[in-house]
């Protein structure tokens, strides 16, 4: 065991995993810390980091870029596997189960892409069964729109069902709670370095940029979606919540989990060009629904890349600044069991799941609690990537 602490190296959230988050403690104060095991080690006085986490978030440690990020990371992973900080980093540790997770950073922009070509052909077949099931321009860019950065909120947030406008099958037009409430299971990458006003951030840059990522729930109303979102993309229907997990995994703890991204028909493009690197990432994404696993969807099948999203969101001059979230986009693999949204694996509500307490799922009902957890492949097991938790209460 390379660490001091009672945590084998091979523990989800052992010596190599290192996330970081934010978190309230009994009597209400906030600190930045990091995870190990079940504990916290709180950041505020990280030597010559702390000033960095002086308001309790990552948003000045994330601004402050990848020398700083490696930096912390040497002096956490030196405070934990040197016997000799045992006494003065002890004090700094708290369990989890006795603090109340905070979203670690302000969110700037939000944006989802639409990058599982298994999501983007489903979707196409249950909403437009007349048409192709992609769309003309899909293998060309990375589709996405920009979502609402002030309603994402952390794990473990009770998620309000929307009200909205809505179809009726006659074709009147009603209002009220979303009959057809979902969920998509989506990894959300979280932008720490920003990139200047005109420079587009080369694929090549993406780890000069990114920070790490998140597991990320874009729940969504397709009632409310499936009528407002012609021409313009989705809005209501999914601005009301977006719940992320409450630790970022740093890219620097996911070496061993890049791969090739599947083989792509179509040449893009010479800036979405990411054939030099592997740019794909194998996560292995679980999705529970009040504790029945439902779905198990491999990252790895993402036709579009992180590096890709990125490239594509600066390529017109728009620049990226600190705590900007991007997520992938519903992950869906091409089995059934690995489809990312209740959408996809209830085929709009037509084969409900059956759950483990003997009920069946269109879709979301209020009291439903929807978990989503990941692992990705470590030096000595898995890295685990920290659930995205959420229940509906009534509106
Ligand atoms: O194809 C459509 O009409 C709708 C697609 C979505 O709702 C998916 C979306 O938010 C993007 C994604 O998560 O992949
Ligand atoms: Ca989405
Ligand atoms: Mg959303």
Redesign the pocket.
Known sequence: MSTWLDVPDEHPYGIDNLPLGSVRDAAGRRFAAARIGDRAVELTHAGQYAPLFADGSLDAFLAAGPVTWRGLRALLTDWLTDDSYRRSVQPLLTPLSELTPVLAFTVADYV?FYASEDHASNVGRIFRPDGEPLTPNWKHLPIGYHGRSGTVVVSGTDVRRPSGQARNPDGSIRFGPSQRLDI?A?VGFVVGAGSAPGRPVPVSAFADHVFGLCLLN?W?ARDIQAWEYVPLGPFLG?SFATSVGAWITPLDALAQAWVAPPARDLEPLGYLDDSAVPSGLDLQLEVSLNGTVVSRPPFATMYWTPAQMLAHLTVNGAHARPGDLF?S??VSGPERDQRGSLLELTWNGSEPLALADGTTRGFLQDGDEVAITATAPGPHGPIGIAEVRGRIVAS
Do not use: F
């Open positions: 989802d998509e989506e874009d969504s999914k997520a986009g519903t």
